[in-house]
């Protein structure tokens, strides 16, 4: 594996609840899961904490072989729905999460996304941003009409018809995909990879933390790692929450949840900080 170094924050939208979001890192790999909130019962008695922390640890250290990452997302997935057999893994809102992967040899930097995780590569020409977007183009028109409304009961009962067709399209065709019970979802993951030469920084954003750049508006992908640098992950969560602070409603920015637990996992080749 290449020589990196990682610094790792996550935070929980809300202290009181417990986060939903995982994220850990070996040598040359980084994980990172983003568990979908249940809105609706489950059937599973474990809860969706319980799920990314169990799905992680497998990735991480599945990953750190020589296999395909997306065997190793499979194998995880399966292991996973053995590990809670008494629970009802068919229910339509069992536990779930976005995914990233990324595993860096001295060749080549590899990389494995399914939903809405974010990865930002730093090259020496340009900022590249890679995600699974498929989720932002299930029920986008109904979104960008809720989106519309003014601020009020309206606004809040469109927004969540628009969670419900979200819900109902998940991992189905046509839809997006996330991990879940299934291991037939890894077959649906963006992958890819580009020389290690290529690459000097990266970042994975939960959709939380992304909220810098493609919800608020805070800054663009050059600030972003330019905080990463002098702050660490957390600078760039701490703007994410200052600006949820000043618009608690939604005012400015439309979203279904005021504050969302937010993880970033922040890469550098070794090479890159001499």
């Known amino acids: 594996m290449a ?32 568990g979908a909130t249940a809105r609706t019962e489950t059937g599973c008695v474990h809860g969706v904490a319980w799920y990314a922390a169990q799905l992680g640890a497998r990735l991480l250290a599945g990953a750190q072989s020589d296999r395909g990452l997306v065997d190793v997302l499979a194998e995880s ?11 009802d893994l068919a229910h339509p809102g069992t536990p779930s999460a976005a995914v990233a992967v990324v595993r860096a ?19 020496a020409s340009a900022i590249e941003e890679f995600t ?17 409304l003014p601020r009020g009961l309206d606004r809040h009962e469109a927004l969540r018809s628009v969670k419900q067709l979200e ?17 037939a ?35 663009n ?15 760039v969560i701490r703007a994410v929450r200052a600006a949820e602070c000043a618009d608690p409603d939604g005012a400015r920015w439309v979203r279904t949840k005021c504050s969302d637990d937010a993880t970033i996992v922040y890469g550098v080749l070794r090479d890159h900080l001499r």
């Open 77 to 87: 997935i399966g292991q996973v729905a053995a590990q809670h057999p008494g629970c």
């Open 105 to 123: 040899y001295e060749d080549r930097v590899e990389h494995l996304l399914l939903a809405d995780v974010v990865l930002a590569v730093d090259t």
């Open 221 to 235: 992908w050059h600030a972003v790692f330019a905080v990463l640098d002098h702050d660490g992950p957390s600078g």
């Open 132 to 148: 699974d977007d498929r989720i932002t183009r299930v029920a986008a028109g109904p979104r960008a009409a809720a989106a519309a």
């Open 185 to 219: 979802a890894a077959a649906a993951v963006v992958t890819g990879a580009r020389p290690a030469a290529d690459v000097r920084r990266l970042a994975i954003l939960t959709d939380g933390a992304a909220r810098a750049v493609d919800t608020f508006g805070l800054m």
């Open 3 to 34: 020589d990196w170094t990682f610094a790792v924050a996550s935070e929980p939208g809300d202290p009181a609840t417990p986060n939903e979001d995982w994220a850990d890192v070996a040598p040359g790999v980084a994980v990172v899961l983003d």
């Open 167 to 183: 819900q109902r399209a998940r991992n189905t065709p046509g839809g997006f995909w996330v991990a879940a019970a299934d291991p």
